[in-house]
């Protein structure tokens, strides 16, 4: 069974194209979702008929203290009972795709194999910042070289832009020469390009969803022991994390707030317009008590762009306000306490207080 690494930047749009893969209903496929803060995001993100499930959450693939949690897993999800044609391992933002391939290659369950790596690729990374600064090479050389494919994605963001794509074509004609370069919107690629699964005329039965977590131990992975501190006293029924993490010579952290409260939509809108020096990624889900509202709004910052998209809660889930902030150098106290600081004791809000982000919702 070919098991394939989706890689690519913070907020590339790795989850979107698993979600439009899944949606495609071609073959069974398995997932494995890792990603970096404690509270796996893009585990309740994805949408879409999936197989079979794991989540690994709490540090990034390529630095678990136990690789054999990585085997373990696809050990399971390759069992023949699961009858599954693919499986696809989304890696955290922040992974090292030259190390999961390592790890795939030397993996010793039998039943899989390496299926390649697919680089997502954020296009608005190409784009010259609010001061027109331009960043020459917006993505590690060592990504572009590892890959098997190179999508491209948001390249609906490069259409007034034709020097970006420039930029970046060149770029990818000099650093990875000869590897097949997709370009696409929303992740929409070609499911074939990835596995040659044949569509299936009806399902083999229902599987039942099959959800292991995996939550390996914070500790043995956090490289910085000072900005480290286990779950701070936030209340009853409040927790938050904190990680850190170094690659490629930059040091990451997340921070994570979790808890039933919901949120104030000015001071969340405030928080995620004026982010903290260092925060390049915001998501995660949040509960809007005003009266009328019953869905949840998905938060999803990257680098300067924001948006909320308003979903149902699904059907076990009670209203929770989960946010996950992810960047370089930052002060991993103040902001958590700034996150915390979005949330609302006030009981049910004036809908005034939506407007905040309304403009913001999709
Ligand atoms: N304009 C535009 N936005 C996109 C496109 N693809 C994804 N997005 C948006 O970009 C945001 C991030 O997408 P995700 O799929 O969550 O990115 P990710 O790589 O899984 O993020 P991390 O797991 O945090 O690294 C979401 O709000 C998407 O809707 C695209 O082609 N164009």
Excluded at 30 to 44: E, K, Q, R, S, T
Excluded at 118 to 146: F, N, R
Excluded at 319 to 343: F, K, N, S, Y
Aim: aromatic content about 4%; charged content about 25%; overall charge negative.
């Amino acid at each position: 069974m070919p098991v394939i690494v989706v890689s690519g930047g913070l907020g590339s749009g790795k989850t979107t194209l698993l979600n439009h893969l899944l949606r495609q209903g071609m073959g069974r496929i398995g997932v494995v979702i890792n990603d970096f803060g404690d509270i796996n995001v893009d585990a309740f993100l994805v949408q879409g008929h999936v197989d079979a499930t794991a989540t690994i959450s709490g540090g990034c693939l390529c630095c678990l203290s136990d690789p054999s949690e990585l085997d373990d897993t696809l050990a399971l999800l390759a069992r023949p009972s699961m009858d599954l044609d693919v499986i696809v391992v989304e890696a955290s933002g922040l992974a090292e795709p030259r190390e999961l391939a390592r790890m795939l290659l030397s993996s010793t369950v039998t039943r899989i194999r390496f299926g390649g790596i697919v680089e997502v690729l954020d296009a608005a990374a190409w784009l010259p910042g609010p001061d027109g600064a331009i960043d020459p090479l917006p993505v590690a050389v060592d990504h572009l070289q590892v890959a098997s494919l190179l999508v491209v994605n948001k390249d609906d963001l490069l259409h007034d832009h034709p020097e970006a794509a420039q930029r970046l074509t060149e770029a990818l004609q000099r650093h990875a020469p000869g590897t097949p370069v997709v370009r696409t919107s929303y992740g929409r690629i070609d499911p074939t390009l990835l596995f040659d699964a044949a569509e299936r005329d009806a399902p083999t039965g229902q599987l039942s969803f099959t959800d292991l977590l995996l939550e390996h131990g914070a500790k043995d992975h956090r490289h910085d022991e000072h900005d480290h501190h286990d779950e701070a006293p936030v209340g009853a029924d409040e927790s938050c994390h904190d990680h850190a993490c170094d690659h490629a010579h930059h040091r990451y952290s997340s921070v994570s707030v979790e808890s039933p409260l919901p949120v104030d939509p000015r001071r969340l809108v405030a928080f995620l317009e004026h982010r903290a020096p260092g925060v390049y990624r915001v998501k995660g889900r949040t509960h809007v008590d005003v009266p009328g509202n019953d869905r949840q709004y998905i938060v999803q910052a990257v680098g300067g762009w924001l948006a909320f998209e308003k979903r149902p809660w699904p059907a076990d889930t009670a209203p929770i306000t989960q946010l996950v902030a992810i960047g370089t150098g930052i002060d991993t106290e103040a902001v958590e306490e700034a996150m915390r600081a979005c949330l609302s004791e006030e009981g049910p809000l004036d809908p005034d207080r939506l407007h905040a982000m309304t403009r913001y919702t999709r």
